[in-house]
């Protein structure tokens, strides 16, 4: 809006557009959040182009290039045992400054929830999938310990809450670790209703998501282990499930809205047994098959 705000949609050119992303440039902004900008810009444009009433004809954005965006890094995750070392240093408080201690009941009241709570978010995040927005959505009526699954329908974002990022709804499978998680967070006896939160604040309302981040921090450091992100819980899952289900199963677990998005975690399938296979595909050529150790030179 404020480099194309005060133009008629047909007035815009291509040189114009051109100025703009060098302008993007130079102020330092990742090639990744500037190809953003300049897809609003030509989707903005592509409407008016289809409605027809703008005056536009063509697309000026098409004749600028698009940024080089960095390769993706490669997702690095939690090992279940990591994930279990976070929350052993959650629940025992480890995380917290010894020389502040808390200073009146309610707020002794709020830590003793927040170290027998983060524990849970941490395990069910890392063995269900759940974003952390749709974490902060879930009911205890979203939780089926029968049937062993979760129902995901909504999450949270600007404090209010939507649809899931699919704009889905989906089922998840409730594993016994999760389970047993979100089974002991139930046997607190509060805020355990239907229509009740499962992760909530001490007085039953929604959690601060930047105060959850922050414990999650000093957490991870508590307990020893590699500082990756919240959301790196989420690709956890996501490696570990992929060893034992296929692409599309998975997709469907965590919510994608393409397979492509899903098959990132292929590189963590386990390929036990290929090299068994390829000896076969390679039979007939015996000799090659057993390596020998190299024969010394004889002296002259």
Known sequence: ????????????????????????????????????????????????????????????????????????????????????????AARAGLHRDPSRPAISDYERLERAWDDEQDPSIYIVAAFTGLRLRELLALRWRHVSFEDAGLRVEGAVSGGELRSTKSRKRRAVPLADQPAAALARLGEQGRFTGRDDL???????????????????????????????RFHDLRHSFGTLVIREFDPATV????????????????????????????????????ELARPTAPVAPKPA
């Open 251 to 286: 997709k469907e677990f965590m919510g994608h809205a393409k397979l492509t998005t899903t098959e990132r975690y292929l590189h963590a399938r386990a390929r036990r047994g290929d090299a068994a296979r390829l000896t076969k595909a390679f039979s007939g050529v015996d």
């Open 1 to 88: 809006m404020r480099a194309f705000g005060s133009h008629a949609l047909d007035s815009i050119t291509t040189a114009e557009v051109k100025r703009w992303l060098e302008s993007l440039d130079r102020a330092g902004i990742s090639p990744r959040t500037i190809n953003k900008h300049r897809q609003v810009v030509a989707s903005v444009l592509e409407f008016a182009i289809r409605d027809g009433e703008y005056g536009v004809i063509e697309d000026p954005v098409r004749g600028t290039p698009k940024r080089r965006e960095a390769d993706p890094r490669p997702i690095d995750t939690y090992s279940p045992e990591e994930v279990q070392a976070l929350a052993r």
């Open 198 to 228: 499962v992760f909530c604040s001490a007085t039953g309302e929604r959690i601060d998501p930047s105060a959850l981040r922050r414990r999650y921090r000093m957490t991870q450091r508590a307990a020893g282990i590699r500082e990756l």
